[in-house]
């Protein structure tokens, strides 16, 4: 048996403290969140227990964090299904080269390029000029979309370029309408594509800070909020809410990838019937 390179354990070490430096934060958090009721900020570790969690779910002296918490999850439900909906539309439109395709592709993603921060400001400055109330819901809702519709497009043009249109020539064929073609057999397809942009739409405003600073209006969500409780909180109940909210991202991710693996099961069982039935 060969013995690997020295270059493989360098190599192999500078991942590991990679991996490190990417989740030793969200661990060490984790750690601290446990402590006992005498517990600090720091290490070392005053006991521990779950005292910090329940603490959580009694009333704070300071903030609203589960207020926060449902104005961040209706957002993100609302983020998610609009980015949806609008990056399959445009991912349709995009099949077909249109006058004026390029620079309209450009201007969808510039938003990427741009400082987040300058995004909110520019939002907040049009809803006041417009005499429009800022509100997460509105002026917030706005700003997000701006984060997230340029993913959801990237994911569903290089998925649209890879799609094989025989399926809708052969629907078209067995005298399917375009809507039904659509949806019985163009949507069924990308559905693991479409688990993946809802992902991305949720988790990237559930977490959003810099482009809801200024276009939240006087309700905070829980991003704002937890930055607020920073200045404020000297107890180890921010850690646990940390903790809880970084539980509930992996947990929605988790969701997505089994609604994807379960999907994937769904077509291959339904290939395999074809199969057999012919």
């Known amino acids: 048996m060969d013995r690997r390179p020295r270059s493989f354990y360098v190599l192999a070490a500078v ?28 290490f070392p570790m005053n006991g521990v227990s779950l005292h910090w969690f329940r603490d959580l779910f009694q009333e704070q002296a300071v903030g609203d964090i589960w207020g926060a918490f449902r104005r961040s999850f209706g957002l993100g439900l609302m983020v998610m299904v609009t980015t949806v909906v609008i990056s399959v539309m445009a991912g349709l439109a995009f099949r077909k080269r249109f006058a004026g395709s390029g620079v309209l592709f450009y201007a969808a993603i510039t938003s990427l390029v741009i400082p987040s921060i300058l995004i909110s400001l520019g939002v907040g400055l049009i809803f006041n000029q417009l005499g429009l109330k800022i509100h997460w ?3 917030g809702f706005g ?3 701006t984060w997230t519709l340029p993913f959801g497009l990237l994911i569903m043009f290089a998925v649209f370029n890879r799609f094989d249109r025989s399926y809708e020539e052969a629907a078209r064929d067995q005298g399917a309408s375009a809507w039904q073609t659509i949806r019985h057999v ?16 949720f988790t990237l405003s559930y977490d959003e800070f810099a482009r809801t600073l200024l276009t939240a209006g006087s309700y905070n969500t829980l991003p704002l909020e937890i930055f607020g409780m920073t200045t404020n909180v000297t107890t180890p109940v921010i850690y646990a809410l940390g903790t809880l909210t970084t539980a509930f991202s992996f947990a929605v991710i988790a969701l997505c990838l089994l609604g994807v693996w379960i999907v994937s099961r769904r ?4 290939g395999s019937d074809a199969g057999k039935g012919v």
Do not use: M
């Not at 969140?33 to 517990?39: E, N, T, V």
């Not at 559905?191 to 739409?201: N, R, T, Y």
């Not at 077509?267 to 339904?270: D, E, G, Q, S, Y």
């Open 137 to 139: 819901a509105t002026s």
């Open 267 to 270: 077509r291959a069982r339904l």
């Open 186 to 201: 163009v949507l069924p397809i990308i559905a693991p594509s479409l688990i993946g942009v809802a992902l991305f739409g």
């Open 15 to 42: 991942f590991g403290l990679f991996v490190l430096f990417l989740y030793g934060p969200i661990l060490t958090i984790g750690i601290l969140s446990f402590q006992g009721p005498q517990g600090g900020l720091t």
């Open 143 to 145: 700003a997000q979309l």
